[in-house]
């Protein structure tokens, strides 16, 4: 039972356009969620991050919304350059129970940024 | 040394090796993860160290062994690998598990069990 899903594997944009990665997840438990970004041989490295209780949280070019009534985040990341050409992982932390504050992850997207 | 590192990058082991994956972080922080990345697959979280104590063991077969000598230092000691072991293992570490949000990861180490 995959509680946080990315469903697309891939992401292709132009650069100096908007890209947008979209994150599901099922469980209501979950009270904090983040996007983290990987290069290749390199491990995650946190970008931003969101508490249940906004909707919305911005850090320069990087904007992540929340829609708790959908279970549905994004990020959003305007304008996209090739730099940003990596695989993004949505992760999502647990507020409660034996699990308190484990990280779930959905499986990642990869995002081409193209010049 | 800065961050999490992880020692060695690259590991080629056959099922009847024994061998270590190590892990050091330099943020003082309080608790290590081990996760494994399989191709196409979200992190798996395999242990959770918190002050030195393992809190979590997320059904990770007995060929995998963690060690956790002090909060900076955790190891992942592999015996008896399966071919299917084969993925990246990530160390991580944050403030304290419950008490913070954000994980701080390493490079990782690419295992090939042959």
């Known amino acids: 039972d995959q509680q946080v899903k990315q469903n697309s594997p891939s992401l292709s944009v132009q650069e100096g356009r908007i890209s947008i990665l979209n994150c599901d997840y099922t469980?209501?438990?979950?009270?904090?969620f983040l996007w983290y970004k990987k290069y290749p041989a390199e491990g995650p490295t946190f970008l931003i991050s969101?508490?249940?209780?906004?909707d919305k949280n911005e850090d320069g070019r990087f904007t992540v919304f929340l829609n708790k009534s959908a279970k549905h985040l994004s990020l959003h990341i305007v304008p996209s350059q090739p730099g940003d050409s990596a695989v993004y992982f949505c992760?999502?932390?647990?507020?409660?129970?034996?699990?308190?504050?484990?990280?779930?992850f959905g499986q990642g997207t990869i995002l081409t940024v193209h010049p | 040394e800065t961050g999490v590192t992880q020692t060695p990058r690259h590991l080629v082991m056959g099922m009847t090796n024994k061998k270590s994956l190590k892990c050091e972080q330099h943020?003082?922080?309080?608790?290590m993860y081990w996760y494994k990345q399989s191709a196409k697959k979200p992190l798996e979280l395999m242990f959770v160290?918190?002050?030195?104590?393992?809190?979590e063991n997320n059904s990770v077969p007995s060929r995998f062994s963690p060690e956790c000598p002090n909060s900076s230092h955790l190891f992942l000691h592999l015996h008896t690998l399966q071919p299917e072991d084969s993925a990246l293992y990530l160390c991580?570490?944050?403030?304290?598990?419950?008490?913070?949000?954000?994980?701080?990861f390493g490079p990782g180490t690419r295992l090939t069990v042959t």
């Open positions: 991580a570490s944050s403030l304290a598990q419950g008490l913070s949000y954000e994980q701080y």
């Open positions: 469980n209501s438990m979950f009270d904090y």
């Open positions: 969101i508490s249940s209780i906004k």
């Open positions: 992760a999502a932390r647990r507020s409660g129970g034996t699990s308190y504050g484990k990280l779930t």
């Open positions: 943020l003082g922080h309080n608790a």
């Open positions: 160290y918190n002050f030195k104590e393992q809190t």
